[in-house]
């Protein structure tokens, strides 16, 4: 079983960055492909990026490309997402999830942590 943390959310003006942090408790974390999604007020849950167990691997959506970078610590157990030149749409919950592969559909994901909010002003 894995367990889930975020960290790092808060208010940021635009054009400004963030890091987030997802620490994961359990010892299977690094067998685990590990991904962010988002929700917005009133929006359904979104793919934001995903990496795979080794950090070999990324994908991100078209809406954070070139702007958001997602990496891995398999020792410290942790996931990050780095936030740059942020939007006020880039204003939502964000969530960390582990998969068994690779996946931009949130079905594939069977552990989340309890999300983070990040707020972009303008």
């Known amino acids: 079983q894995v367990q889930l943390v975020e960290s790092g959310g808060g208010l940021v003006q635009a054009g400004g960055s963030l890091r987030l942090s997802c620490a994961a408790s359990g010892r299977t974390f690094s067998s685990h492909a590990m991904g962010w999604f988002r929700q917005a007020p009133g929006k359904e849950r979104e793919f934001v990026a995903v990496?795979?167990?080794?950090?070999?691997?990324?994908l991100y959506a078209d809406s954070v490309k070139g702007r958001f970078t997602i990496s891995r610590d398999n020792p410290k157990n942790t996931v990050y997402l780095q936030m740059n030149s942020l939007k006020p749409e880039d204003t939502a919950v964000y969530y960390c999830?582990?998969?068994?592969?690779?996946?931009?559909?949130?079905?594939?994901?069977?552990?989340w942590g309890q999300g983070t909010q990040v707020t972009v002003s303008s």
């Open positions: 999830a582990a998969a068994q592969v690779i996946a931009r559909n949130s079905d594939m994901y069977y552990y």
């Open positions: 990496i795979s167990w080794s950090g070999g691997t990324t």
